[in-house]
């Protein structure tokens, strides 16, 4: 069975927003290299997601940026 795909966009009005109230969390999408070179302030990597997944809220809003 296929699984939606669909993935909410938001501006970056709206995702400055949210992580700066701490509603969300920003990740950096690429790999912990690339990250580096692109890394916005207050971002997290994607490694570092993975190490907090599981203690991270089930609600938890999270705002995933390319560049």
Do not use: H, W
């Not at 009005?13 to 992580?19: E, I, L, N, S």
């Not at 997601?49 to 940026?65: D, G, H, I």
């Amino acid at each position: 069975m296929a699984q939606d795909t669909q993935v909410e966009r938001i501006s970056v009005a709206d995702a400055r927003a949210a992580t700066n109230a701490g509603r969300a969390l920003l990740v950096c999408a690429y790999d912990d290299a690339r990250c580096a070179r692109v890394r916005l302030e207050g971002a997290i990597t994607l490694s570092e997601l993975e190490r907090r997944a599981a203690s991270l809220p089930k609600t938890q809003e999270l705002v995933f940026y390319c560049a």
